[in-house]
């Protein structure tokens, strides 16, 4: 199955130069179809260009600092992003209220084009 997902500049060129190969997002339904050996074609919210990766590896968490005390900073492209850091940039995405009802999601990736 193939998903569509959309990105900002910086993520979507990490993901692009391959320094990125764990996509963070929210648990939420949409995200609960994506499963393992899935696609997800990435598109730039700005240009409109487009990036196809297959899912290697999904994990779910209670919430986000959960999900950051096992993802290595490597992985998301934030070497020396302290945990709270990398905990607020991503409640500017994503509301506390809506981490609590649905849980954080790690997505392995691999870039295929």
Request: glycine fraction near 4%.
């Amino acid at each position: 199955m193939r998903h569509e997902m959309g990105l900002f500049e910086e993520p979507f060129r990490s993901i692009e130069q391959g320094r990125k190969t764990v996509e963070i997002r929210l648990n939420d339904p949409k995200r609960q179809q994506v499963k393992v050996g899935d696609q997800i074609q990435f598109t730039h919210a700005e240009t409109s260009e487009t990036l196809l990766v297959r899912v290697t590896k999904r994990q779910v968490f209670p919430d986000f600092r959960a999900l950051y005390e096992h993802i290595p900073n490597e992985a998301i492209d934030c070497v020396g992003w302290s945990l709270d850091e990398l905990v607020t940039s991503t409640y500017t995405i994503y509301s506390p209220e809506a981490e609590q009802q649905y849980g954080a999601l790690a997505l392995h990736i691999e870039l295929l084009s």
